[in-house]
């Protein structure tokens, strides 16, 4: 199939861009609904595949299993980046979200520890291994794809929708968390509940597969394709030997995530076992607070990532290096001691709206880094290696503080982490008006 997206001109060419971004979004939800759901019912699973030991142990454990997934994430930024580079974006997110599906499937399906001893927490660990390679995957190629699709003078606002759905993922799987508290017990939910959510994942991630079939392929992917052909230069496409020709691109991209990804991970996940088992909210209440404030969270990056498209990148993510830098302990550490909901809503939504700043354009930052030949590669490797290194160590690292009696490091860890990436913010140059996207148009 041939598109001109970016040739054509007038509401019909706009219609098809967001009928493109729309598709893929979908598809990027369901990945991250698939994703999320673990950690959102690790409160109820935990004692599943690692019974015995204190809530603390427990979590422990599961954060641990978290962590693991995260280490497949740099492998399947590399493997699917490759694909989609060579191949097409749209095969590869169908093919992303073809693992996503069986990972959720082998986690519902699989016995506890009572059942089938410590072979149920090896094949979690397998499954999360497996939804590791997807979402690794899933990021860099719909970070592309969006870039790639959107209407030039809008790659912002279009791009942030990755962070729409990511968040929206999230979203789902704690609204189904609310939904199954109220209609099951406590007891109901440890037993077998908490299953529910990954059905629901596996069912969702195969009819994706068949609206992903249906999306146009990039024009850019399309053009570079045509040019290289099937000689030494299409041979290029996807490589590391290609991709470590901008060696200052894969630096900024790992500057650039380092502070975002442990920020993010500490509020959108760690917050739901630091506000119940820190401050002592209510496990509900704690899963109130967390949708509502996710669900602002999630309708402001739009208005964010079209912001940049008139003030430029590189401002939005000085604000959130500073603000983040500056703010971080003193949200942690009065969230830390509140048990009034509402002011833990409040926190928790101030330290969102900061970091808004990095991820309602992080993914249209990177991706105006590299030409389209390697495009996916160059986004996905070095941004997996850094969440896995750093994203999903966060939690892992705060249970790990808090288990040794020193809980308020981990206020700092994070604020030092934003302050070496607001370093790289305030040493790069604007990438919205001369990057390898706009270049190529030219």
């Not at 861009?17 to 994703?35: K, P, Q």
């Not at 191949?87 to 009572?114: K, N």
């Not at 669900?295 to 208005?303: G, H």
Request: with cysteine.
């Amino acid at each position: 199939m041939t598109t001109r997206i970016h040739g054509e001109a007038g509401p019909a060419s706009e219609r098809r861009v967001v009928a493109n971004v729309l598709r893929g979004s979908i598809g990027n939800l369901v990945e991250w609904y698939d994703w999320y759901a673990y950690s959102a019912f690790t409160i109820y699973f935990a004692k599943s595949f690692f019974p015995g030991g204190d809530a603390t142990a427990q979590f422990l454990n599961t954060a641990a299993v978290f962590a693991v997934g995260f280490l497949m994430r740099p492998l399947g930024g590399w493997m699917l980046g490759r694909f989609a580079d060579r191949f097409g974006r749209r095969s590869a997110l169908v093919l992303s979200v073809s693992m996503m599906a069986f990972g959720s499937l082998m986690i519902a399906a699989t016995p506890g520890y009572q059942t089938i001893g410590v072979a149920a927490p090896i094949l979690l660990v397998l499954a999360r291994l497996l939804q590791g390679l997807s979402v690794g995957g899933e990021y860099s190629t719909s970070a592309t794809y969006l870039s790639e699709v959107a209407t030039p003078g809008k790659r912002g606002f279009y791009s942030s929708f990755q962070y729409v759905t990511l968040v929206g993922g999230q979203l789902l799987a704690l609204g189904l968390q609310l939904i199954l508290q109220s209609v099951l017990t406590e007891a109901q939910m440890g037993d077998w509940g908490w299953r529910i959510a990954f059905v629901v994942g596996a069912i969702a991630a195969v009819v994706v597969m068949a609206l992903r079939r249906g999306m146009d392929e990039s024009e850019s992917y399309q053009r570079v394709s045509a040019e290289t052909g099937s000689g030494k230069e299409a041979g290029e496409r996807g490589t590391l030997r290609a991709l470590v020709k901008y060696p200052k691109e894969i630096a900024l991209v790992v500057g650039l995530t380092l502070g975002g990804t442990v920020a993010f991970y500490t509020y959108a996940t760690y917050t739901q076992k630091f506000l119940e088992n820190t401050a002592g909210i209510p496990r509900r209440t704690v899963t109130v607070i967390l949708f509502a404030a996710l669900l602002v969270f999630a309708l402001i990056q739009p208005l964010a990532g079209r912001l940049s498209d008139r003030i430029g990148r590189r401002k939005l993510l000085m604000f959130f290096g500073i603000a983040g830098t500056v703010l971080t302990v003193p949200i942690m550490t009065t969230m830390a001691h509140t048990k009034q909901p509402v002011l833990a809503f409040l926190l928790l939504l101030g330290a969102l709206v900061i970091v808004t700043g990095y991820t309602s354009i992080n993914a249209i930052v990177k991706a105006e880094l590299f030409p389209t030949k390697i495009r996916a590669i160059g986004v996905g490797l070095p941004y997996a290696l850094t969440v896995a290194i750093f994203g999903g160590t966060a939690e892992l690292i705060a249970q790990a503080l808090k288990k040794a009696g020193h809980e308020s490091l981990f206020f700092w860890y994070v604020a030092a982490c934003i302050l070496v990436s607001l370093v790289v913010y305030g040493t790069m140059r604007e990438t919205s008006r001369s990057s390898a996207l706009e270049r190529e148009e030219d």
